[in-house]
């Protein structure tokens, strides 16, 4: 469910008209509805077109998310003993595997509906959540939470979190066994691996 579930991450930033500038929850409503709309409509992302996918997720999302910030949650504590190259390398390996693992979760949705919850902040505040709720039919309705950044004027996301679950800390168990098994390097090159597959096995569902 959590993988599911966390393709609106990348789903509620796809609408070109949005701009980070708008204030974050009128951002995250008037991408998400405006994707949710084409997502229902694309027989091709329906019919599992995973490049489609794929390409709308590298297209659309990547000026939204700040996956440096992400990639150094995830990681934790051992971040900053990381160098500026090993910084740069793990989040654009982050940043693949995160778009290839739940693109294919766009190929699922269809009439599901996100009510946002009550939204206030200061306007001083640089960091702030933004609340919804995701109903989907037949199944309990589940929270879906974004954090937001204000960096040079504009919102970014840096965390999203799923029935109390936040996706760059999920990984953080994970991350860090793989450095106390192979050091950061070690690390970088489990990612990298995992996406090799995750590619991999795109192309042979291609042919």
Do not use: C
């Not at 290839?100 to 306007?123: C, D, E, H, W």
């Amino acid at each position: 469910m959590m993988k599911n579930l966390l393709a609106l991450l990348f789903a509620g930033f796809f609408a070109v008209a949005a701009s980070a500038q708008d204030a974050p929850d009128v951002l995250v409503k008037k991408i998400t509805d405006d994707v949710l709309d084409i997502v229902r409509t694309d027989k091709d992302i329906q019919n599992g077109d995973m490049h489609k996918a794929i390409a709308l997720v590298d297209a659309k999302v990547l000026p939204y998310f700040n996956f440096q910030h992400m990639t150094a949650l995830a990681v934790g504590k051992d971040w900053r003993k990381a160098s500026v190259q090993q910084q740069q390398e793990l989040t654009a390996e982050f940043k693949t595997l995160l778009v290839r693992t739940y693109s294919n979760a766009l190929t699922g949705y269809r009439n599901q509906k996100v009510i946002f919850k009550p939204f206030k902040m200061n306007p001083a505040d640089t960091d702030v959540l933004v609340r919804t709720e995701v109903q989907q039919p037949g199944a309990k309705a589940v929270q879906l939470d974004y954090s937001l950044e204000k960096l040079d004027g504009a919102w970014r996301v840096y965390d999203v979190t799923v029935a109390g679950i936040s996706l760059v800390t999920n990984y953080r168990d994970q991350f860090a066994q793989e450095i106390r098994n192979g050091g950061m390097d070690g690390l970088i090159r489990t990612v990298a691996a995992k996406n090799k597959s995750l590619e991999a096995n795109l192309a042979k569902g291609s042919k």
